[in-house]
């Protein structure tokens, strides 16, 4: 069964489901969709790395070198897969050099794929993107999402900075998907995003290569 199947089977199933933090979910569908891309990508590049969230995670090898590295995300919004709210991708990144170079971002639940290679623009379901020409925060809609972590300091930090944004933006909004609201940026569904104390590298690596080459600026994402 393919990645983009076992989502769709399991979005609409009773999910057996695991907690990594106070909120933080995961599913028996992530480590089979990271299982299964992993498999393929080592059987095309057996030489390269491989980061996941849900098993080199898990046991703390996250180090990000020069070499060729696959960075995935199998399902990047698993609390809205729990809830059944269609907001959830599979995010697959390659870095070369710690420079994100190719990025794949696809939610099965709407059928919206973004895709982008270095140096050769950005595109959804084929059709070429570019981010907004918005230069007014006042006129802007802004994206970003709670912490995972829910201890006051966290939590203020992302709160003050949202009271200190609501009066200077049009409107905010949270998807529930790192890599999605990255990929809003991209499309110029959103005009600006800012996310503190995200997942790790996997909710970032595919969707900055695509904003970047939508003709966005990304700054931090490692």
Not at 36 to 46: A, E
Not at 59 to 69: K, Q, R, V
Not at 77 to 82: D, H, P, Y
Not at 153 to 160: A, F, I, R, Y
Request: proline residues 5%; contains cysteine.
């Amino acid at each position: 069964m393919s990645v983009i199947r076992i989502i769709r089977k399991g979005f609409y199933e009773t999910k057996h489901v695991q907690h990594k933090g106070q909120v933080d979910l995961v599913t028996e569908t992530d480590k089979a969709c990271e299982e299964l891309i992993f498999k393929h990508l080592k059987h095309l590049y057996p030489t390269h790395k491989f980061i996941g969230e849900e098993t080199t995670a898990a046991l703390g090898t996250t180090e990000l070198t020069d070499e060729p590295t696959w960075i995935v995300d199998p399902v990047d919004g698993t609390t809205n897969f729990v809830h059944g709210y269609p907001f959830v991708c599979v995010s697959i990144g390659l870095t070369i050099g710690k420079i994100p170079t190719v990025g794949v971002v696809y939610n099965p639940i709407i059928e919206e794929l973004f895709t982008a290679i270095r140096g050769k623009g950005a595109f959804l379901n084929g059709n070429p993107i570019k981010v907004s020409a918005q230069t007014e925060l006042i006129t802007s809609l802004l994206g970003t999402e709670a912490p995972t972590q829910r201890d006051k300091l966290s939590v203020d930090g992302c709160t003050n900075r949202i009271n200190n944004m609501l009066s200077k933006v049009r409107s905010l909004r949270m998807s529930g998907s790192c890599a999605l609201n990255l990929c809003g940026i991209a499309c110029g569904r959103l005009d600006v995003c800012f996310e503190l104390g995200f997942g790790g590298p996997w909710d970032v690596a595919a969707g900055a290569v695509i904003i970047r080459e939508a003709g966005g600026v990304v700054f931090d994402p490692f």
